[in-house]
């Protein structure tokens, strides 16, 4: 990350949380964005340009890992994607290699560990699209 704050765009139905994170990164020097909504992430993306997309997973309307698939196509392509769940760690695996997804964080990590977490996202390599099975 150059000298510029990295853009964060936090997508959560809880507004609470969205707070939290919001004051947690922001006090590590992120610009952090948030939208509570799965719907309209895609627009959002393409023009507020973020670095990070975290983003919850479990969205009454639409899934956060669909919205992952969605979005990739009108993110740039510095742009990581994070699902951001309370669920299970096994299935948030599953879910952000499924997803394409660059990877995901628990929840449960907050503050000064969320911070490095993302700052360590930013220096990995985005995974290989994953390629649908052939069919029979």
């Known amino acids: 990350m150059s000298e510029e704050k990295a853009r964060v765009l936090v997508v959560d139905d809880d507004p609470d949380l969205l707070d939290l994170v919001q004051r947690s990164l922001s006090a590590y020097g992120f610009e952090v964005l948030t939208h509570t909504s799965a719907l309209g992430v895609s627009n959002l993306v393409r023009s507020v340009e973020p670095d990070f997309v975290l983003i919850d997973v479990n969205f009454p309307a639409l899934k956060g890992d669909k919205v992952v698939n969605l979005a990739r196509q009108y993110a740039l392509p510095k742009t990581k994607f994070i699902l951001y769940s309370a669920s ?17 964080i628990s929840k449960s990590v907050q503050g000064e560990e969320l911070a490095q ?17 052939p069919t029979s």
């Not at 299970?88 to 995901?104: F, H, P, Q």
């Open 117 to 133: 977490r993302l700052r360590a996202f930013h220096l990995k390599p985005r995974p290989p699209t994953p390629t649908p099975a």
């Open 88 to 104: 299970d760690e096994s299935k948030l695996r599953s879910l952000a290699l499924a997803s394409g997804a660059d990877g995901y």
